[in-house]
């Protein structure tokens, strides 16, 4: 039995072509989801990239294992296991190829061989190409083969800064980007978080004027990253092991691109950043061709898929389910799915197959409404928020959020009221880049505007 888990960072379900988006970003991938199983609507239990992936290793959600943030004051209890170690126990070979150690340690746990292309060079944590990373674990594949494994590699590319490699800059643009006419960026400028934005922007090209070669960059990154899982799947073939080794693909959170006045960035728990592509090919088990159309929460599935994989039985008390049975129809999909966001502003949402409810406990820099409800069938880009008109919607969904958060926490503190009350880590990169682009005074009234905003009395 072979499993690979390959993590496509920041990657938007909607910008691949087999999840429906108009340009040609995902050939391989495409091929790979009409050979196996496309989940439609997967979501992982926490966003951005720590919490995330502490809840895909542990089968947990953040409000479990109380990593919901990037916060150095959050740290994994030795006595929750991550999957890898159950794996290595059982005797079967496991591997990584990533950075994420270089994050925090727990990211390596259970890994008898764990390679990192740049360790030790702090600056491409984020920025280690996708060819990089190919070329440790396409060498470690060659070598090992013949094993049963598990190997988890790690893609940054489509992460900012959007940088593709040359011929990819323009697959996808052919306007003029620094047009001075062109004001696509104007609203990003006017947020209390441009001095950050401004200098990953600045990173790509000084003077950018069209958010379309932004996006078109990104795009760009999905394509090159595309183009590395064809590397990979040429050299299962090539080794005649691509039908027997199980190859799950997905990602730990979207990206906002300007919508909801959102930039280049995963600030909070709208689709554009927490739906995200999850598919499986496994001819031996799981059927050709299939699209799940449930709601399934994608990183709490898993420990117990990969698990099962390997005919070990999951911890007792997981919440998650197998996406083998899932694919079959054995189980049923989620009726709600719930998501954290900690890092860049504080919301919690619960969704189910016809609504959204957003609930926001520290909005930070945007000026955001403390209560959104959005009709998932009627509205599904969440543009007309109903919270005012439908308050017995809001009241039910409240309580069932309520209700669950305290079936998870018992007695405990929820972490991320806790990590509102010790401060966002994002506000300090913030005001960082505001002092190297000496823009103090003018963050002094941003804030002082969005502080107004926030006193404002909120109206159900």
């Known amino acids: 039995m072979k499993v690979i888990l390959l993590v496509i960072d920041t990657l938007r379900a909607d910008h691949l072509g087999c999840y429906g988006y108009h340009r040609e970003t995902s050939p391989c991938i495409d091929r790979i989801a009409e050979e196996g199983v496309l989940f439609e609507y997967a979501y992982p239990t926490d966003v951005p990239t720590q919490p995330s992936f502490t809840s895909m290793f542990t089968g947990l959600r953040g409000i479990e294992t109380g990593i919901v943030s990037h916060s150095q004051s959050e740290v994994l209890s030795e006595d929750i296991p991550c999957f890898p170690e159950i794996l290595s126990q059982k005797g079967i070979a496991t591997a990584a190829v990533s950075t994420l150690y270089m994050m925090r340690r727990w990211f390596a746990r259970g890994f008898r061989y764990y390679m990192n292309p740049v360790a030790g060079i702090r600056m491409k944590l984020q920025q280690v190409d996708a060819e990089e990373i190919n070329g440790a674990a396409l060498q470690w594949i060659r070598e090992n083969h013949d094993k049963?494994?598990?190997?988890?590699?790690?893609?940054?590319?489509?992460?900012?800064?959007?940088?593709?490699?040359?011929?990819?800059?323009?697959?996808?643009?052919?306007?003029?980007?620094?047009?001075?006419?062109?004001?696509?960026?104007?609203?990003?400028?006017?947020?209390?978080?441009?001095?950050?934005?401004k200098r990953h922007l600045d990173a790509i090209k000084k003077g950018l004027t069209d958010i379309e070669y932004v996006i078109a960059q990104y795009d760009g990154e999905i394509r090159y990253s595309d183009d590395n899982v064809a590397d990979l799947v040429g050299l299962l073939e090539e080794l005649g092991i691509y039908d027997e080794t199980a190859l799950i693909i997905t990602s730990d959170h979207g990206e906002s691109l300007g919508e909801h006045n959102?930039?280049?960035?995963?600030?909070?728990?709208?689709?554009?950043?927490?739906?995200v592509p999850l598919i499986m090919r496994y001819p031996a088990m799981i059927p050709k061709g299939r699209r799940v159309k449930g709601l399934v929460q994608s990183t709490i599935s898993l420990m117990p898929t990969i698990l099962g994989l390997f005919g070990i039985k999951p911890p007792a008390g997981l919440e998650g389910k197998s996406l083998i049975g899932l694919a079959n129809g054995e189980e049923e999909p989620c009726e709600e799915i719930y998501v954290n966001q900690g890092l860049w502003t504080a919301k919690r949402a619960i969704r189910t197959r016809e609504w959204k409810l957003i609930k926001t406990l520290d909005k930070a820099f945007w000026e955001t409404p403390e209560i959104e409800l959005y009709n998932m069938r009627d509205d599904p880009g969440e543009k007309e928020n109903l919270a005012s008109e439908l308050p017995e919607i809001v009241d039910e969904l409240e309580l069932r959020m309520e209700r669950w958060r305290r079936k998870k926490l018992g007695r405990r503190i929820d972490p991320l009221e806790l990590i509102v009350s010790r401060g966002l880590p994002s506000r300090a990169w913030v005001e960082r880049a505001v002092d190297r682009e000496g823009m103090r005074e003018r963050y002094a009234e941003w804030r002082a505007r969005v502080d107004r905003a926030e006193r404002k009395p909120h109206k159900p």
């Open 148 to 197: 049963d494994f598990f190997m988890f590699i790690h893609y940054w590319d489509p992460h900012s800064l959007y940088l593709p490699p040359e011929p990819y800059r323009r697959l996808f643009y052919d306007g003029d980007e620094c047009d001075p006419e062109n004001h696509s960026l104007d609203e990003a400028k006017s947020q209390p978080t441009w001095p950050f934005t």
């Open 262 to 275: 959102f930039y280049f960035d995963h600030c909070e728990v709208y689709e554009t950043t927490v739906r």
